[in-house]
């Protein structure tokens, strides 16, 4: 966690990519990088016990960066995800950290993108290829994607594609590269299947886990916002807006982020000041002492820098960025709730973050109860009420005669009411924080926010809609039980190639020789054109509307008869077929 000693600089990378992470305003290494890029440096294969959030990103691209060959213009590592949204994300961050190395090239290929572009693209020989399974599986078997010069492999979210059921074609990837390569997989938890890979293909890989303290702090109160609708910064002003309490810490990951929230919450009135590793020894602890004295109420820190760090006045931790780990969770809120008193801790999770959420919640063994922002009417009446609450103590505390003469003097002139004169004072005390929010925007219509989202969020954790079924069409798909597929094949293959949130795949299917499956009305004849040449399990799935038939929930199935996970257990999918041909179950 945060409290590793390990800087960037002791861990041998080149000095193109530490000059990229200081300028992304990394300070130190997460648990997971500090444990797995001396690993990967030294050439071991590892297997990291990680998922989103806590820098495995940046634990494998870093120390891959510096296997590569710039002179050889072939694919040199491939990165296999298991959505598009993955893939591009993590290309996205191998490009950042190259960014100083001229000549480096990195390419997404996934599902949904045009053939065409990504031949072009191929051709130029990209140095590191991030992938979604079946696509890259298509361009293997098409001769386009040569893996012969592969130095490194990453499998990244290897639960997640073994889920979407990918797995088959991750062995045969696997199976398709040299030997020699080295191997990186990560996974959040470690299903038998993934196991059966690692000893397969793996050599003597470590296993990197992070061990988490389990402490239990029960003089703080601990809540999380799931981050949706309102962006972060906006959603932290409402709570500082509305919760009482003395000094803040604000944790963020970055020195950059510290300074830039900081600074916005300065614009917005806040004595607020960041404290991070740039600031030298002196000027951190002059930081810390303004904050003790009450002429700070709010410090923007990275974990580093608040190490240790106990004022008493702190009431309240938030974590506007989620820690990598829990045990960094727990030194952050212990920066509440000191000597006694009573302490408040509000953790921001991004959607994909709510299994590191779990995990928190696992090994603090304490649930995280889920906030709602503070509403505009909260708002509102709060700054009333502090409004009321500085009048009040003017009135108490000041001498207000000679402004009574001149209110009657403006009175006068002006030729005003006192109270319309009021009325426009009050108008101009309060521009900068006005009385009268506007109200609350409409809800955004849920396709809108559904395109915004990342498709596995859905999967993750969110609720699950309701399938409204007169909303979906019946497709056909050439590809049935005899070729091996199952349901979970077909989610993966349309979630990804169409880009549909699986949760809006209606029931699937399977049948020997053809499987149908329920999708969202009005359906674009290009998306459909592309889905054609889908293939799942090698065949072509010619995708084709089914017209006449009726979407409809698939009747309840009987006890003990599927064995199917995940999306499966919304009902449906291969359960009642008509009779002919009757279908047999999938397990
Ligand atoms: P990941 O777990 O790879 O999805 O990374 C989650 C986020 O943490 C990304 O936004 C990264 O840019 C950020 N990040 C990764 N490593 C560090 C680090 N050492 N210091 C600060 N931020 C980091």
Known sequence: MSDTQVAFSDLDLPSSVLKSITELGYETPSPIQAACIPLLLNGDDVLGMAQTGTGKTAAFALPLLSRIDLKLNKPQVLVLAPTRELAVQVAEAFQAYARHIPGFHVLPIYGGQSYTLQLKQLRRGPHVVVGTPGRVMDHLDRGTLILDELKAMVLDEADEMLRMGFIDDVETIMAKTPAARQTALFSATMPEQIRRITKRYMRDPKEIKIASKTTTMENIDQRCWIVSGVNKLDALVRILETEDCGGIIIFARTKTATTE?????????????????????????????????????????????????????????????????????????????????????????????????????????????????????????KRLESFREQVTSIFNDEDMSTYRELVDQLASDTELETLDLASALLYMAQKDKPLILPPEPEPRPRRERDNDRDSRDGERGAKRERINYADLDVYRLEVGRNDGVQVKNIVGAIANEADINSRHIGDIRLFDDHSTVQLPKGMPPEVLQQLKGVFICRKKIDISLMEGEIARPAPRKPRGDFKGKGRNDRGGNDRGAPRKPRPRRDA
């Not at 709510?354 to 009446?381: F, G, H, W, Y």
């Open 261 to 381: 929230i900081a600074e916005k919450l300065e614009a917005r009135g806040y004595a607020a000041a960041p404290l991070n590793g740039d600031m030298n020894q002196q000027l951190r602890e002059r930081t810390v002492q303004r904050l003790k004295d009450a002429k700070l109420d709010i410090l923007v820190a990275t974990d580093v820098a608040a190490r240790g760090l106990d004022v008493e006045r702190v009431g309240m931790v938030i974590n506007y960025d989620i820690p990598y780990d829990t045990e960094a969770y727990v030194h952050r809120i212990g920066r509440t709730g000191r000597a006694g008193r009573d302490g408040k801790a509000i953790l921001f999770v991004a959607p994909r973050e709510r299994r590191l959420l779990k995990q928190i919640e696992q090994a603090t063994r304490q649930p995280i109860k889920q906030m709602d922002l503070p509403s505009r009417d909260m708002v509102q009446n």
